[in-house]
């Protein structure tokens, strides 16, 4: 009996602890309408290379993430507007800008289509191989997402 109170002591703790944590790091997903489409992979030399469009509607974002290896951006068509984790815009990308984010925790970023008309993204991933294409970060403490 003793052994079975103990048991479901360190249980309810374990639960407890759990829940608290998990309470404190929303991730933060895209908005409504996101799109992303491969158009090409490979792996070469223990990398991943994914050739992705993605499509941001008026007043959506990509939500807070980053990237575990390098990605590079052209914005085919809108404005892309560039958060970093301080909040700060770190660039404003209109159609024919390139755009590079560097990979790393560190690194965590929003885009957002500030604009009237849709985002649309052509982004080359260079990835660890197997490694996803973002990570989900909570919200950094902006007033926006």
């Not at 048991?7 to 639960?15: C, E, I, K």
């Not at 590079?72 to 024919?96: E, I, N, P």
Request: charge should be negative.
């Amino acid at each position: 009996m003793r052994k079975n109170l103990l048991r479901l002591g360190v249980t309810m703790a374990a639960a407890v602890g759990l829940s608290l944590g998990a309470s404190t790091a929303f991730a933060t997903p895209a908005g409504p309408g996101v799109k992303g489409t491969i158009i090409s992979q490979t792996t070469f030399g223990g990398k991943d290379y994914v050739l992705r469009q993605i499509t941001i509607p008026p007043g959506q974002s990509t939500g807070w993430h980053y990237h575990d290896g390098t990605v590079y951006g052209f914005v085919q068509h809108g404005t892309l507007s560039h958060f970093d984790s301080d909040c700060a815009s770190d660039g404003v990308y209109k159609a024919g800008s390139s755009i590079t984010e560097p990979s790393g925790a560190e690194h965590v970023h929003i885009g957002r289509n500030l604009g009237t008309t849709d985002v649309v993204l052509d982004v080359l991933y260079v990835l660890p191989h197997g490694a996803p294409l973002s990570e989900d970060a909570p919200n950094p403490g902006c007033d926006f997402q």
